[in-house]
């Protein structure tokens, strides 16, 4: 089955700096790689996602950039503010009739004053 | 809106007892899933449903069982609870596995 892989696992950069998570699948037919955001005490929310028909995809100061044949997708924070902090999740889908969303572990993002 | 409500938010059970996690949606989706989240493990996938009357297993799904009662509802059943099914569990919904997946407030369950 799909196997995701998240680093690292926690990351701290000064506010302002930029912030880079990894992510890397095992599944080549999966198709759907979103970002989800979670803050303390609440359940993860969608930030970001990206198909496998594009590259490359940015909203406002988060960017997320995948690479089908490497079978790796990574996401961007520039200027990092101290709302940023969080656990950021990666994940991938299949879609079509199997719709197992998998998990990456996770990445605590702290933003430094 | 009110989007993925689970019920109960807290719960502390005693090994051996059983309880039913409380799922629904209103979002008229078609996917449902139930994760549990624990530290340094991310969220892992117990089982999910990809339309009413259909269920799989996900990657942790041994000491649990799942009803898709009908379109909005998806519930989590432990028949036997073990410590180790202390936990956060998530229950979430999407319009199939291409769409964003919303997530419920979490239920925080300790067993004890």
């Known amino acids: 089955g799909e196997n995701v892989e998240q680093h690292p696992s926690t990351l701290s950069v000064q506010e302002g700096d930029s912030a880079v998570i990894k992510c890397t699948y095992s599944?080549?037919?999966?198709?759907?790689f979103p970002w989800y955001k979670q803050e303390l005490g609440k359940g993860p929310q969608l930030i970001i996602d990206?198909?496998?028909?594009?590259g490359e995809k940015k909203d406002q100061r988060i960017a997320v950039t995948l690479n089908k044949t490497a079978k790796h997708f990574s996401l961007h924070i520039t200027e990092t503010q101290p709302e940023d902090s969080a656990v950021y999740f990666c994940?991938?889908?299949?879609?079509?009739?199997?719709?197992?969303?998998?998990f990456g572990k996770g990445t605590r993002l702290h933003i430094l004053p | 809106n009110a989007g993925v409500t689970q019920t109960p938010k807290f719960q502390v059970l005693k090994t051996g007892q059983s309880m039913t996690l409380q799922c629904a949606q209103d979002?008229?989706?078609?996917?449902m899933y139930w994760y549990r989240q624990d530290p340094g493990m991310g969220l892992r996938l117990i089982y999910y449903?990809?339309?009413?009357?259909?269920?799989d297993k996900g990657e942790v799904p041994n000491g649990y069982n799942v009803s898709r009662l009908n379109k909005r509802e998806f519930s989590l059943r432990l028949e036997s609870a073990a410590p180790s099914q202390t936990s956060v569990y998530f229950c979430?919904?999407?319009?199939?596995?291409?769409?964003?997946?919303?997530f419920g407030q979490g239920t925080r369950l300790t067993v004890v």
């Open positions: 979430a919904s999407s319009d199939r596995g291409l769409a964003e997946a919303f």
């Open positions: 599944d080549s037919a999966s198709n759907y």
């Open positions: 990206i198909r496998s028909n594009v």
């Open positions: 994940a991938a889908s299949r879609g079509n009739r199997d719709d197992k969303i998998i």
């Open positions: 979002m008229n989706h078609n996917s």
């Open positions: 449903s990809a339309s009413e009357g259909t269920t």
